[in-house]
């Protein structure tokens, strides 16, 4: 939900599986010859599909930032503020356990349609009567009343629950191509038709539901899935609530630790500086969706696949980190380069505080990058549980440092955020190596060389666009124009010092430019 801007042989014993008419089929029928043409083929769908999803976030953010002012973008947002931490109790803890499963998959799948629609009709129940206090929390009756509005959300989420994990188990890709993009297209067009016929906050939360009703219409169309085909069952849903179980504290304990945060932003700051945070925290995640997009979606089904060959794993593991750190950390880099001017040349100058969170927020990303790598091995293995460490370190550093921070305005809530995450991010490699069998000199060799070309391609940068270039005090044109050959820049920087220190990690990611250059140019021309 968008928030104003989101085969072979059988096994004695096993029920049943059906085909992709319906399909549910177990995670070991995937001959292993395939599977890296199966993620091959899902991360390049999935990459279609964040193209798309971005472009029209991008399109979406421009528009309701002139149509909405801050202060609107914040009432939504403390408005909302519980349905990230209700979310993870009603999308996606049992459903990860059934991407995990391995038999018995239409029982289970049936069982964790049924507790989850019990826990979605809850969930609701629970922001519904909390919605009052919400309001008094943030001394806005607004806030309460957009609380209230939006807890139908926790429902109309947990429909969406079995049929996205079946398509995500099945590796059925094009969720990531329809689904992902219908939804942000939809968000998009109702929040800004009736945010430009004056309806305010109203705007975001009718392109809200708009949205989570097509994700249910088709996801389920998609997933060719009906919770009729199984049996509901106490003991499966047993055995699936011990793996799931620490993704829940994780999660819980994450999403408890983002309300704190934005409820300490709202009364300690102001509305306006929430809904400065919230647009700057959206741009600086913009790096580490693109890794969970096209990157963790695929991970997850894949290390459960690879997770009792050794070598592949530890393998798997390396390079699914070298390729997501050769495009977080440089992001990252240019994030602190010309994130602010770029905000306020896009947005305008209301909201130069979102330039700055986006700037300090920069460390975000790269702890996502580590965390989401670290995270699927684990789950892929069945270690969830080790996954609590991380949710511990995220706890004790989060909200301490946020606290200290705070009299520093948004630059220091950033930097509170970027720290934590870099925190967790850290944690989880350090919990991730014996899992996977990498060592510490092994994670550092693969991290190391975009480190590097980051920094070199930052000292270029930062001070030119500081000292020189200027581009929030030029025209809008200007400056666009500007943000673009500085971001050109930095990446010719960027690869000439990879080129000098990691000469093999240059020539990987010079051979894989030419590889999509191939293929797309063979699609341009009709080929196969």
Not at 5 to 24: F, H, I, Q
Not at 364 to 383: D, I, P, Q, T, Y
């Amino acid at each position: 939900m968008n928030d104003g801007g989101a085969v072979g042989s059988s096994t004695p014993g096993r029920a049943p599986e059906r085909d992709d008419a319906g399909s549910v089929p177990a995670p070991e029928t995937v001959p292993v010859g395939t599977l890296s043409g199966k993620l091959r083929r899902g991360a390049a769908m999935a990459a279609a599909g964040l193209l798309i999803v971005q472009g029209v976030t991008f399109v979406q953010t421009l528009v309701l930032a002139r149509l909405l002012s801050p202060e609107i973008v914040g009432v939504f947002a403390a408005g909302t503020v519980m349905t990230t931490f209700l979310v993870v109790v009603t999308h996606g803890t049992l459903a990860q356990a059934l991407v995990q499963r391995e038999h018995d998959v239409e029982n289970a799948a049936t069982t964790v349609f049924w507790v989850t629609l019990g826990t979605g009709i809850l969930m609701s129940l629970v922001m519904l009567a909390a919605s009052p206090l919400i309001g008094r929390i943030f001394n806005s009756p607004a806030v309460g009343t957009v609380a209230a509005a939006m807890s139908g959300s926790m429902l109309l989420i947990a429909i969406t629950s079995v049929p996205d994990a079946l398509m995500q188990r099945r590796f059925q890709f094009k969720r990531r191509i329809i689904v992902d993009p219908a939804v942000g297209i939809t968000f998009a067009a109702g929040s800004i038709v009736f945010a430009a016929l004056g309806y305010g906050v109203w705007s975001l939360v009718i392109g809200s539901y708009s949205s989570m009703l097509v994700w249910i219409v088709a996801s389920w169309w998609l997933s060719r899935w009906h919770p009729f085909g199984g049996r509901f069952s106490i003991r499966l849903w047993r055995e699936m609530a011990v793996f799931s179980f620490p993704l829940l504290l994780d999660g819980a304990a994450a999403r408890a630790q983002e309300v704190v945060e934005l409820t300490i932003i709202g009364r300690g700051l102001s509305e306006a500086a929430l809904g400065n945070y919230r647009y700057g925290r959206r741009i600086a995640l913009l790096p580490g969706m693109a890794i969970v997009q096209v990157c963790s979606y695929v991970l997850f089904p894949a290390f459960a696949r690879i997770s009792a060959d050794s070598q592949r794993f530890k393998d798997a593991f390396l390079r699914a980190l070298s390729w997501i750190w050769r495009v977080a950390m440089p992001a990252g880099a240019l994030m602190v380069a010309v994130g602010e001017p770029a905000v306020v040349v896009l947005l305008g100058e209301p909201w130069r505080g979102a330039g700055v969170a986006v700037a300090s927020m920069s460390g975000f990303g790269l702890g996502v990058a580590m965390n989401s790598v670290s995270a699927e091995a684990m789950k892929g293995a069945g270690r969830s549980s080790r996954m609590n460490w991380m949710t511990a370190a995220g706890l004790l550093t989060g909200v301490p440092l946020l606290l200290l921070l705070l009299p520093l305005g948004l630059a220091g809530v950033g930097l509170a955020v970027s720290g934590a995450a870099i925190v967790v991010g850290i944690t989880g490699l350090g919990l991730a190596r014996s899992v996977v069998g990498a060592s510490g000199g092994e994670i550092a060799r693969v991290m190391a060389p975009p480190v590097i070309a980051s920094l070199a391609a930052f000292a270029v940068i930062a001070p030119l666009e500081r000292y020189v270039v200027q581009s929030d005090q030029r025209s809008i044109a200007v400056g666009l124009a500007a943000i673009a050959l500085e971001c050109v820049a930095f990446l010719i920087a960027y690869l000439l010092t990879l080129r000098l220190v990691a000469p093999s990690v240059f020539a990987e990611i010079r051979e894989a430019v030419r590889s999509v250059g191939g293929r797309v140019a063979r699609a341009v021309r009709g080929e196969r």
